[in-house]
Structure formats: C-alpha cells, structure tokens
C-alpha cells in the first residue's frame, strides 16, 4: 500500500520567506508527526496531532511555525519569516492507535528545505 | 525528559564481520526503544523496538538488539553484514506514559561496509 509522501521533495527559498511543506499520511493513520533532521541538532519532534485532539506543539522551537491537520487526514507545516538555521529535512510519519499505545511510526522521505 | 547517546558517530566494518552499535539513554519514567536505519535518500524505517518482555529483540535484516536496564543499553548487533548494510542507524526513546509515543532521537551512527 501506498506509505507516508510529503511534497515538495526539495525547497529553496531565501531568508525572510514563508514556506509550506505538506504530509499526506498512510491512510486510516490517526496519528501524525513532524520532525526535523539537521546537521547541528540531529533529528528533532516538532509537533503531534492525534485524532480530533488539540496538537501537541511542545517541539515548535519558534512561533514562525505552526502546523494544521485538515480533516483528519493530510497536514502542511508552515514556516513564516524563514531563517538560515530553518534549513534541514523535515520529516512526517504517521502511526495507529492499538490499545491506547500509538503503533510504529512510517516516515516519508523527508522535504529537504535550504534557505538562502 | 529523556536523552539518547550513541557513542560512535561513525563505524567501518568489513562484509561479513560482526557489528555492534551502541545505545545509552537516560530517563526518570520507563521508555520504549527502538532502532531506526535510513539508506540514503529515503526516510527512516523501523529494525526493531523494545516494549516489554524478552529483553533481546529480534528485527528486520538480521538484526538484534538486547534491552539493559541496569546500564540503559540498547546495541543493537549484526553477525554477519553485507554491503547493503550501509546506512545510518538511529537509536530512539520514547516515554512510556505518553501515549503519543514522540520520538527522542541520538544522534546517529552511519554504517560503512566494506568489500
């Protein structure tokens, strides 16, 4: 079956610019999450959704980012006012719920975003 | 809070040589653990993950991990590896409490198999 895409693959953008970067998760994922793979910090959370429940947003390192789930289903991470040290992968990966425990995460291939 | 070390940032090793990679976490609560390998140019994909029970876990392309307490270990080790071993391995915690499962990542151990 189809796994986790994000679009757009690569993104070049210069300093000052908003961006958006999208995740459509594996379907009948109820969970999903945003991370972020740098060469300085490794590989970060930024976000959670899970069902109809309020995000968890305990990972955003700024209020230039911010992140919405439409429908339960695909998300868009906005980064507003985009800033070198923003350049990295950013990683989605969903999962199921089983049991009260949220199941494996898949993880798409990752945005590769580079700011100017 | 939890934090996660992989000792070696970077470990060459010949085909069919046995490999081990290591892990330390530190953690006030009880964690899950997990082992994540990503070939180049691709996202990160499940080995192995530790919840409960037998301490030694068995994953996908012959790895195993064993679960230490005493010491918060989780190497991960391979008998044998091939050439298209060669990736980066990623050792991650996550509190058990939180049902949301968010991954505390290491820093990463890249794999280089020699011929």
């Known amino acids: 079956g189809a796994g986790v895409s994000q679009s757009p693959s690569n993104k070049v953008t210069e300093k000052g610019k908003d961006v958006e970067l999208r995740c459509d998760p594996i379907?009948?994922?109820?969970?999903l999450y945003w991370y972020r793979q740098s060469l300085g910090q490794g590989l970060e959370f930024l976000i959670y959704f899970q069902g109809n429940s309020a995000p968890d947003k305990s990972g955003l390192p700024s209020d230039r980012f911010s992140a919405e789930r439409t429908g339960g289903s695909v998300s868009t991470l906005t980064i507003q006012r985009t800033q070198q040290e923003d350049s990295a992968v950013y990683l989605c990966?969903?999962?199921?719920?089983?049991?009260?425990?949220?199941?494996?995460?898949?993880f798409g291939p990752g945005t590769r975003l580079t700011v100017l | 809070a939890q934090s996660v070390t992989q000792l070696d940032s970077q470990v060459p090793v010949f085909e069919e040589a046995p490999v081990e990679l290591r892990c330390n976490y530190s953690s006030s609560v009880s964690v899950y653990l997990f082992w994540y390998v990503q070939y180049p140019n691709q996202g990160l994909q499940l080995l192995l993950k530790?919840?409960?029970?037998?301490?030694l876990v068995k994953g996908i392309n012959g790895f195993e991990a064993e679960f230490n307490k005493s010491q918060t270990s989780f190497h991960l080790r391979k008998p044998s590896v091939h050439i298209s071993d060669t990736a980066e391995y990623f050792c991650a915690v996550s509190d058990i409490r939180n049902a949301g499962n968010m991954l505390t990542f290491g820093g990463g151990t890249r794999l280089m198999v020699k011929p």
């Open positions: 530790y919840l409960s029970g037998s301490t």
């Open positions: 379907s009948g994922h109820t969970a």
């Open positions: 990966a969903s999962s199921q719920l089983a049991g009260g425990y949220t199941d494996t995460q898949y």
